[in-house]
């Protein structure tokens, strides 16, 4: 009996993801076979690639450091009444825009600090703040407008004023316009469900810790933050490169680049390294090479350097981040830091163009 019922069991087919299986099997063997150098050659690119990044940048380096103490600053000045006052302040300009007033939280943490800290604590302040999913996106694509690092914008200054540019007007235009301009544009256009909330109907954003857990606390979730969600996304985003780059497709992504970034009036070489390495790194490299560059090249490589780039943090640290921190899943989180960075280097190469000759 059990043998007729198994005769009459329809066979299973295979599925799609069986069928993708099968296939790399097959090419896996076939490479074994062939070219056992291709495997070993593309874990040591993959390897090589994320090393010196991880190692040499988030642990032993200043940059890890920096998150730790970036969130430490950040949690501090929360529980000192910083967020409150902000929503505050801000109020006026998101009536007129008529959005949360904590989209533009994150925007001003990472000015202070560093994008993966204001994403750690600007994102639960969104939703406590009861900010709808469009106007969370609309929080990641304007906190991307504005440069994560002081050391960038004192970089930054002193490049400008080696070509003897108004920076005055070139901060107002590169870092506080946006925190207007952006939500505005991005509530008629892409995100529309959006409200002004007032401010009788926010909650209080100052926890009621005490002083010492505060500090340690945070140092702990800064070291978190770096252990758990962004050195793994750097390891991929990196890990990623070093495969491309293995098998020769990463070349003519980065001589694209080079050639997008030279067709937007921006220096291709610390624009590249502002784009896949540090906007810092880049800036830092900038004002050494000012006085030799055209100006409108020196003002679009410093408005791209104010930003959420590179794109490890686009596409590996923002989705890490806020998929954890807020009500957005990954690919919600990584498609608004992409229109975001798109944006920032529309805004660069359009600054660069057509405002230089004011800006002299």
């Given at each position: 009996?059990?043998?007729?019922?198994?005769?009459?069991?329809?066979?299973?087919?295979?599925?799609?993801?069986?069928?993708?299986?099968?296939?790399?099997?097959?090419?896996?063997?076939?490479?074994?076979?062939?070219?056992?150098?291709?495997?070993?050659?593309?874990?040591?690119?993959?390897?090589?690639?994320?090393?010196?990044?991880?190692?040499?940048?988030?642990?032993?380096?200043?940059?890890?450091?920096?998150?730790?103490?970036?969130?430490?600053?950040?949690?501090?000045?929360?529980?000192?009444?910083?967020?409150?006052?902000?929503?505050?302040?801000?109020?006026?300009?998101?009536?007129?825009?008529?959005?949360?007033?904590?989209?533009?939280?994150?925007?001003?943490?990472?000015?202070?600090?560093?994008?993966?800290?204001?994403?750690?604590?600007?994102?639960?302040?969104?939703?406590?703040?009861?900010?709808?999913?469009?106007?969370?996106?609309?929080?990641?694509?304007?906190?991307?407008?504005?440069?994560?690092?002081?050391?960038?914008?004192?970089?930054?200054?002193?490049?400008?004023?080696?070509?003897?540019?108004?920076?005055?007007?070139?901060?107002?235009?590169?870092?506080?316009?946006?925190?207007?301009?952006?939500?505005?544009?991005?509530?008629?256009?892409?995100?529309?469900?959006?409200?002004?909330?007032?401010?009788?109907?926010?909650?209080?954003?100052?926890?009621?810790?005490?002083?010492?857990?505060?500090?340690?606390?945070?140092?702990?979730?800064?070291?978190?933050?770096?252990?758990?969600?962004?050195?793994?996304?750097?390891?991929?985003?990196?890990?990623?490169?070093?495969?491309?780059?293995?098998?020769?497709?990463?070349?003519?992504?980065?001589?694209?680049?080079?050639?997008?970034?030279?067709?937007?009036s921006i220096d291709p070489k610390t624009g590249i390294v502002s784009m896949l390495a540090s906007p810092t790194l880049a800036t830092a490299q900038l004002k050494d090479i000012a006085t030799t560059l055209s100006?409108?090249?020196?003002?679009?490589?410093?408005?791209?350097?104010?930003?959420?780039?590179?794109?490890?943090?686009?596409?590996?640290?923002?989705?890490?981040?806020?998929?954890?921190?807020?009500?957005?899943?990954?690919?919600?989180?990584?498609?608004?830091?992409?229109?975001?960075?798109?944006?920032?280097?529309?805004?660069?190469?359009?600054?660069?163009?057509?405002?230089?000759?004011?800006?002299?």
């Open positions: 009996m059990s043998e007729a019922l198994a005769g009459n069991t329809p066979k299973k087919g295979l599925r799609k993801i069986e069928i993708m299986g099968l296939s790399l099997v097959a090419l896996s063997l076939t490479g074994l076979i062939f070219n056992p150098q291709f495997i070993s050659g593309i874990f040591d690119a993959m390897l090589n690639k994320s090393y010196p990044i991880i190692v040499k940048v988030f642990l032993t380096g200043k940059v890890g450091v920096a998150i730790i103490i970036s969130v430490l600053i950040g949690r501090v000045l929360e529980r000192c009444g910083f967020t409150d006052a902000l929503m505050r302040l801000l109020l006026p300009i998101t009536r007129l825009i008529k959005v949360n007033s904590s989209v533009l939280i994150p925007s001003v943490y990472n000015i202070l600090g560093d994008i993966n800290a204001a994403g750690r604590i600007a994102g639960p302040i969104l939703v406590k703040a009861g900010a709808t999913k469009d106007e969370q996106k609309i929080a990641i694509c304007t906190m991307v407008q504005s440069q994560q690092s002081f050391s960038t914008f004192m970089f930054s200054i002193i490049a400008l004023t080696a070509i003897k540019a108004k920076v005055f007007v070139i901060v107002l235009l590169s870092v506080f316009a946006p925190l207007v301009i952006v939500p505005a544009l991005l509530r008629l256009v892409l995100w529309k469900d959006t409200r002004a909330v007032p401010l009788e109907e926010m909650p209080t954003f100052t926890p009621d810790t005490g002083v010492l857990p505060t500090i340690f606390g945070a140092a702990r979730e800064g070291a978190e933050l770096l252990f758990l969600l962004i050195i793994p996304a750097v390891g991929v985003i990196f890990a990623m490169i070093g495969a491309l780059e293995y098998v020769g497709v990463w070349q003519p992504i980065e001589s694209g680049l080079t050639s997008l970034l030279s067709a937007l100006p409108e090249l020196v003002i679009g490589s410093v408005v791209l350097a104010a930003s959420g780039f590179p794109l490890s943090v686009i596409f590996g640290q923002i989705p890490a981040i806020w998929s954890d921190a807020t009500d957005l899943n990954h690919f919600e989180a990584m498609g608004a830091a992409v229109i975001g960075a798109v944006m920032r280097l529309l805004t660069a190469g359009l600054v660069a163009t057509f405002l230089t000759k004011l800006l002299l």
